[in-house]
């Protein structure tokens, strides 16, 4: 028997980006060295391979974020317990929309996505570096 869904990614999305606040790449530009924010990386480790990342980004494969986040979890991550603003990203800013409306609902905050995610911020000139820098 086939399966029914009676919500898809596109209402996914659009919840998601109706309750999460979204970065401009100009702004990220100016905010991605500010040491109030900390850009996380959703992507996983064959496309931070293939391509880099924002330079100081923190890499959080998206299947670890919640994980990551919660202090009670034995994989918790000190770099989420910050008085710090979050932007996620993820190649074209999906991952992020969805990961950053379940970091707010776990009480993360504040958080906010890339517009339009790596892929944009390449495409607008953003500064690059290897996985590893």
């Known amino acids: 028997m086939p399966q029914t869904i009676i919500k898809g990614i596109k209402a996914l999305l659009a919840e998601a980006n109706s309750m999460v606040d979204t970065m401009s790449i100009d702004e990220a530009k100016e905010k991605a060295q500010d040491e109030g924010y900390v850009f996380v990386d959703l992507r996983d480790i064959r496309e931070l391979q293939r391509s880099g990342m924002i330079p100081g980004a923190f890499s959080c494969p998206r299947g670890m974020l ?6 009670e979890s ?11 603003a979050y932007v996620f990203y993820c190649a074209s800013a999906w991952r992020s929309a969805l990961s950053a409306r379940v970091a707010m609902e776990m009480g993360l905050s504040p958080v906010l ?6 892929t944009k911020w390449v495409e607008e000139g953003g500064p690059v570096v290897p996985r590893d820098s």
Request: glycine letters at 8%; hydrophobic letters at 30%.
């Open 113 to 118: 996505h890339l517009e339009g995610g790596f």
């Open 74 to 84: 034995p994989y918790h991550k000190p770099v989420f317990n910050q008085d710090k």
């Open 66 to 71: 919640e994980f990551w986040i919660d202090p």
